[in-house]
Structures are given as C-alpha cells and as structure tokens.
C-alpha cells in the first residue's frame, strides 16, 4: 500500500471506532449487562480415591475464602470491585486427618522424705519412731501421723513407709542395719 492510501485506511479505522464507543457509552453501556460471574470449582474425583475432592479449603469466615469464588449480584457488577486472583490454592488431594495418640500421663515420682531414723520408743501398745528432718530438727511420728507432705503409713520389713501426699504415692525409707524387730 501507499503512503496516503495507508493513512486514508488507518484514518477512517480510527474513526469507525471512535464511533463505536461513543454509541455504546450513549447507549448507556456503562453497565456491566454482559459481564458473566466467574465460574465456580466443582469437586473433581481425587486419583485412586473415591471420595471427590474439595474444590476450596474450607474456612468459616467468608473473607478468608476469598471473593473470586462468590458471583456476581443480580445487575452485574460487584459492591468492592476486588477479585483475589492470586490467592493460594493447591491442586493436590488433601491429607487425611489422622487423631492423635493418646498420650499416656506420667506422674512424677514422689521425693523421698528428708527424715533420718533415730530411734523409737515403746509407750504401751503405741511405738513412736524418732526421725531428724534435715539433720537438725527432731520428729517424733507413729502411724497415720502427717509431717510435712508425707503421712507416715508403719514399718515393714523393707523399710519405713511414707504417703506423698500430693500424689499419693508410697514411698519408703530404708532400716537401719541396726534394726531389730522386737528389741
């Protein structure tokens, strides 16, 4: 083509066009009427599953799933005018969800009462043992009697048995090599 033919063509495009959206903003064209809502995803049948899978990550708050995936109102345009489109999405099946184990509670081990035997002392049928708590301070105890967090619970043949009592366990104090039954 030449030159002013060239020009005369592009010319009288620009002018049809020019046209053209003056008519369609005249018209009143300003409204989105032919604007159709984004296509929503369906659920496609995960492989080698049977279930299909989800097609969003469920979230309960609305605001977090985005707005690419709720259409538009009746009339045509969105309020916000704002579409998420580069919000995460995986393509792969979700993960099952496996519970947790029981974990099995531990209770911690009772301290062994910080007493030293030192004696006894019969008084008729009662016997009251002598114990030193922390070396120093005398203690006189027979059974059923509390000091401190332990309740002293009687003598056997391993040992002094005490009660822990925030635990309730039992624990006991070896015999002197001393020790005689009935002295």
């Known amino acids: ?13 620009l002018a049809i066009t020019l046209a053209l959206s003056a008519w ?19 659920a496609v049948p995960a492989p080698g599953g049977s279930k299909p899978a989800p097609s969003q990550p469920s979230s ?9 995936t709720t259409p538009a109102p009746e009339g ?13 999405y995986s393509y792969e099946p979700p993960r099952p969800r496996v519970p947790a184990a029981p974990t099995a509670v531990v ?8 007493l030293a035997y030192t004696g006894r002392i019969f008084v008729g049928e009662q016997v009251i043992y ?12 027979s059974e059923g009697d509390v000091s401190g967090e332990y309740r002293f619970l009687g003598v056997d043949s391993s040992g002094f048995t005490f009660e822990y009592l925030p635990t309730k366990q039992e624990v006991s104090l070896p015999l002197p090599g001393n020790w005689q039954e009935n002295p």
């Open 76 to 88: 045509g345009s969105r309020s916000s005018g704002h579409v998420d489109v580069f919000r995460a």
């Open 107 to 114: 209770q911690p081990n009772a301290p062994p009462p910080q």
């Open 130 to 141: 002598l114990f030193l708590r922390g070396g120093v301070e005398p203690v006189r105890l």
């Open 60 to 68: 309960p708050d609305p605001a977090a799933r985005g707005s690419a």
């Open 1 to 13: 083509m030449t030159s002013p033919r060239r020009k005369a063509l592009l010319g009288s495009l």
């Open 24 to 42: 369609t903003l005249l018209r009143g064209g300003g409204e989105d009427e032919g604007v159709v809502a984004p296509a929503r995803r369906t």
